[in-house]
């Protein structure tokens, strides 16, 4: 009797168990449609993150270092000037003037808030770098200081004019970091500020590319300019 009892008492609870997950099974697929009906935003793809920022050969129609191609000054100076309207990594700034009046550039290249906080950054490196604030009392506040601040590196490209291809490189390195989604670059841009000047004598980066332009395809294509390469002296590595 309690046997027959006890196998009775299973059926049901076996019965309302399947019940049971039948119901789950038909609300959790009534919600599942209900999910797919509702669009939901993906997340942006690598490579659509990657179309804000414009690569060298998507603005001067041809890559850095590609044969018989030299960028002249003015597509230097209009790439980077992109390149901070596009990139929160990179600000551009005016820094002087050439001999024959063009402007010298600087890039700053960092993590977006490093570039946000660039003020900060130069007074550390202002502190640390005066003569004057090397006393003992000063250890602390220079340690501090050491900690808070970021590793910073100068590229100055191209002092030497016929020496071209540190400015066509410029871009590409700039474009390079102001694209990169990688963990290595990132971690990077997040410790170092890059100061990039993408040529240090603009005039004589005119001067060849304007003479190369003029000489391809004829006899003497690729020889030295027939032009003093400094307006007064005739020479300037600066």
Avoid at 126 to 147: K, M, N
Avoid at 167 to 185: F, I, K, N, R
Avoid at 220 to 233: K, N
Wanted: aromatic share 6%.
């Amino acid at each position: 009797m309690f046997l027959r009892h006890d196998r009775h008492a299973l059926r049901v609870a076996l019965l309302l168990l399947y019940c049971c997950g039948l119901l789950l099974l038909v609300a959790s697929s009534t919600d599942a449609r209900q999910r797919r009906r509702q669009p939901r935003p993906s997340p942006p793809a690598p490579a659509q993150l990657l179309r804000a920022v414009p690569s060298p050969r998507a603005v001067l129609g041809f890559a850095p270092g590609d044969d018989r191609k030299v960028a002249d000054w003015t597509q230097i100076r209009d790439y980077f000037a992109r390149l901070d309207r596009a990139s929160d990594r990179v600000r551009v700034e005016t820094i002087g003037e050439t001999t024959l009046g063009k402007p010298l550039i600087v890039a700053f290249i960092s993590a977006p808030e490093n570039i946000r906080e660039l003020p900060k950054y130069q007074s550390i490196q202002r502190r640390l770098a005066d003569p004057r604030a090397s006393g003992e009392g000063d250890a602390d506040r220079d340690g501090l200081f050491a900690r808070s601040g970021k590793t910073v590196v100068a590229i100055s490209c191209s002092i030497h004019s016929t020496e071209v291809v540190g400015s066509q490189m410029s871009m590409q390195l700039a474009y390079e970091l102001a694209s990169a989604t990688d963990a290595e670059t990132q971690e990077i841009l997040r410790d170092t500020i890059l100061l990039l000047i993408p040529s240090a004598n603009p005039d004589g980066n005119d001067i060849v590319a304007d003479w190369y332009r003029k000489s391809l395809g004829k006899p003497w294509e690729g020889s030295e300019p027939p032009e003093l390469y400094h307006h007064y002296a005739g020479h300037d590595n600066n």
